[in-house]
């Protein structure tokens, strides 16, 4: 079974908000974390990734956090945009392979303006 | 820069109908080669992965397959479509390491089987 996987799948927020989602995943000995972005219609984008040797990393607007202690993730958006709104999934490397990424269920973003 | 293409975006078939979709890459060589689907609403299934030509791994048992003729084609086929065959199908290629990193995808054929 799929060892990433998200608390919410459905997320509302104002324009102008901050965006938080969630990501839980069970493997303890994952050392690498991506965030991707999917619009609708359209293959998923790269946002940000993250290495198990560290808690935060900051992108353009974007910040991942690392809890390695409750194996959980997060993904929060400052100030969010119309353009934010997509599908966003966690995805780990998967257990026992050199090669192959687990996505999690993905959760919905919707902006309302 | 590295790009990916895959085509065809769109596609309507009959159930019992033969399909072939195609990507390729440009602009990197030796790359993981993957094939995913995605349900409505749903999350990527993978389907096949290749770390070279000629070199498949089939993830879930289907009516599906995958071949690699060239370093930076990967073809998925089908020789009779079934109802379940409709998706979002995307192909994603990652750059050849110790251990895998990021991927990246290309935009997706969108399959109806009728």
Same mark, same amino acid.
């Given at each position: ?59 353009? &607007? ?52 | ?66 071949? &690699? ?46």
């Amino acid at each position: 079974g799929e060892s990433v996987g998200l608390h919410l799948p459905t997320l509302s927020v104002q324009e102008g908000d901050n965006s938080i989602i969630n990501c839980a995943y069970s493997n303890s000995a994952s050392d690498y974390f991506i965030w991707y972005k999917q619009e609708s219609g359209k293959g998923p984008q790269f946002i940000i990734d993250i290495r198990s040797n560290m808690d935060k990393r900051q992108g353009q &607007r974007v910040t991942v956090l690392l809890n390695k202690t409750v194996k959980h993730l997060s993904l929060q958006i400052a100030a969010t945009q119309p353009g934010d709104s997509a599908v966003y999934f966690c995805a780990e490397p998967t257990l026992g392979s050199n090669y192959k990424l687990t996505f999690g269920k993905g959760t919905l973003l919707t902006v309302n303006p | 820069s590295q790009t990916i293409h895959q085509w065809p975006a769109t596609l309507v078939q009959p159930v019992g109908s033969p399909l072939s979709l195609e990507c390729t890459v440009e602009g990197t060589s030796n790359p993981n080669l993957y094939w995913y689907r995605q349900a409505a609403g749903r999350g990527l299934q993978l389907l096949f992965y290749s770390v070279g030509i000629g070199q498949i791994s089939s993830e879930v048992p289907q009516n599906l397959s995958a071949s &690699r003729p060239q370093d930076r084609q990967f073809i998925l086929s089908s020789k009779k479509l079934l109802l379940s065959d409709s998706g979002f199908y995307l192909c994603a290629w990652s750059v050849q390491a110790p251990a895998i990193g990021e991927l990246f995808f290309g935009e997706g054929s969108r399959l109806t089987v009728l």
